[in-house]
Nanobody, 117 residues
Framework: QVQLVESGGGLVQPGGSLRLSCAASGFAFSLYAMTWVRQAPGKGLEWVSTISNGGSSTFYADSVKGRFTIARDNAENTLYLQMNSLKPEDTAVYYC??????????RGQGTQVTVSS
């Protein structure tokens, strides 16, 4: 069965950086686009970024463009999200999702990112 396990979250000061990872198993990772979404306290899910199956195409929400970078390692079945210049409004639980946003609904358990001084 599909398993997606996020890691790398934590507490960071504004302006800091974090790198999230998502270890995927149970499906042919290299055949699927992958997505990061997030959920801030009291709010709904928000799309953050998507990467094509081969990694050549990437897409970002305006709110993170220029600060976040999505990447993948198909040999290691792992998805990444490098987050730089973090802001308090980036505080959320971050989830990786199989496929383009909303296409499968299959997400991991999430990793908490808190940006605070």
């Amino acid at each position: 069965q599909v398993q997606l396990v996020e890691s790398g979250g934590g507490l960071v000061q504004p302006g800091g950086s974090l790198r999230l990872s998502c270890a995927a198993s149970g499906f042919a990772f290299s055949l699927y686009a992958m997505t990061w979404v997030r959920q801030a306290p009291g709010k709904g899910l928000e799309w953050v970024s998507t990467i094509s199956n081969g990694g050549s195409s990437t897409f970002y929400a305006d709110s993170v463009k220029g600060r976040f970078t999505i990447a993948r390692d198909n040999a290691e079945n792992t998805l990444y999200l490098q987050m730089n210049s973090l802001k308090p409004e980036d505080t959320a639980v971050y989830y990786c999702e199989k496929g383009p946003w909303g296409s499968t609904g299959q997400r991991g358990q999430g990793t908490q990112v808190t940006v605070s001084s």
